[in-house]
């Protein structure tokens, strides 16, 4: 079992930056690609960005590629997604996500075996 606690969020000028982290239960940690995925009102869930358990390969949408940057310390059971250059257009709620399998955390997500409930990021214009 692992559970998943995302915090960082909160309200950003345009052109500013956040980290989110995502704080992980249990001991198999490591054994878990990591991911994250934000919606917006109205809108459905997207992938932002994933890494492999390793940490050894990184995966992410065209929007926040060169602006985004995701990590994992597995010392400390935590994820990270750096966001810099925030645009108002990144403004949702961000996800942190954990499954044994990286191709299904990342095209189907849906099927992933944990998240976390959530972090509000806001960009003003």
């Known amino acids: 079992q692992v559970q998943l606690v995302e915090s960082g969020g909160g309200l950003v000028q345009a052109g500013g930056s956040l980290r989110l982290s995502c704080a992980a239960s249990g001991r198999t940690f490591s054994s878990y690609a990591m991911g994250w995925f934000r919606q917006a009102p109205g809108k459905d869930r997207e992938f932002v960005a994933a890494i492999r358990w390793s940490g050894g390969a990184t995966y992410y949408a065209d929007s926040v590629k060169g602006r985004f940057t995701i990590s994992r310390d597995n010392a400390k059971n935590t994820v990270y997604l750096q966001m810099n250059d925030l645009k108002p257009e990144d403004t949702a709620v961000y996800h942190c996500?954990?499954?044994?399998?990286?191709?299904?955390?990342?095209?189907?997500?849906?099927?992933?075996?944990?998240w976390g409930q959530g972090t509000q990021v806001t960009v003003s214009s």
């Open positions: 996500a954990a499954d044994t399998n990286l191709g299904t955390l990342v095209s189907r997500p849906q099927e992933s075996d944990y």
